[in-house]
């Protein structure tokens, strides 16, 4: 969602979630509230509903699994088994695309430099959401996800089970509301905007030694020019053997 340009924090996102059951964007809505979901599909006439669980494909990938609800396989439609679309982005890239949404225009160079310095080497699988989270979520939808359970006969999702555990310290992992926040956002905007005044600082202060450098040579040059005027001169030429004279008897 967020190359749909989505700027809103994930914290934000989340709470949307569970006030609304659903996340809009633009023209876009994403569902969670399943059950509100699959009664609104059943509603319609002429429609055959098969709900699954990404959960459940053992291994499988999900165009196998979606291709074999329609008696076909993947090579039917030229996809390999093993087909994958939409991988999970680097870290980096979420990241400059966050900070893309929010500025409203592309990041410059130092923005650049400095995603790829805090987060080029963060792996994605580091990013997950905060156990808090999960929690809120899974609280919020218990009631829809058991009717899920039973109207589909689709065994619960094994990461709720997780989910009742006695809260962590830490799951070891960096959160997505701490990554996709104002503050990350804004922290990143100060450290661009203080690298840009300091080489500014830099840039003036070369200009200013460029300068004075301009200035010596200059100053260099016209002792040189009046030295050869001197030099030229009729009294330089007359009085030349005497100074020669003066240096051998001294």
């Known amino acids: 969602m967020l190359y749909a340009g989505v700027v809103a924090p994930f914290a934000e996102f989340v709470d949307e979630l569970i006030a609304e059951g659903r996340f809009g964007w633009q023209e876009w809505t994403f ?18 509903v098969v709900a699954r669980s990404y959960d459940g494909l053992d291994g499988r990938s999900l165009f196998e699994d979606f291709f074999a609800i329609l008696g076909l396989t993947p090579g039917d439609v030229g ?130 030694l460029e300068r004075a450098c301009a200035r010596t040579a200059a100053e260099r040059d016209a002792v040189r020019r009046e030295l050869d005027l001197l030099r030229s001169s009729r009294s330089w030429r007359i009085t030349a053997p005497l100074r020669s004279l003066r240096a051998l008897l001294a």
Not at 31 to 48: C, H, I, K, M, N
Not at 81 to 100: E, I
């Open 79 to 208: 996809l390999g088994a093993d087909h994958r679309a939409f991988p999970r982005p680097p870290l980096a890239d979420l990241v400059r695309a966050f900070r893309r949404n929010r500025k409203a225009a592309p990041l410059d160079a130092i923005e650049e430099d400095l995603v790829t310095a805090l987060w080029g080497d963060v792996p994605g699988t580091a990013l997950d959401m905060s156990r808090r989270s999960r929690r809120r979520l899974a609280a919020a939808f218990e009631e829809a996800n058991r009717w899920l359970y039973e109207r589909w006969a689709i065994a619960p999702f094994p990461g709720m089970t997780a989910l009742r555990e006695p809260p962590d310290d830490g799951d070891g992992v960096l959160s997505l509301e701490t990554v996709f926040s104002p503050a990350s956002d804004d922290r990143l905007a100060r450290l661009a905007a203080a690298i840009r005044a300091d080489r500014a600082a830099l840039g003036s202060e070369v200009e200013r």
């Open 31 to 48: 569902p969670f509230d399943y059950r509100r979901l699959l009664q609104s599909l059943e509603a319609l006439g002429g429609v055959d």
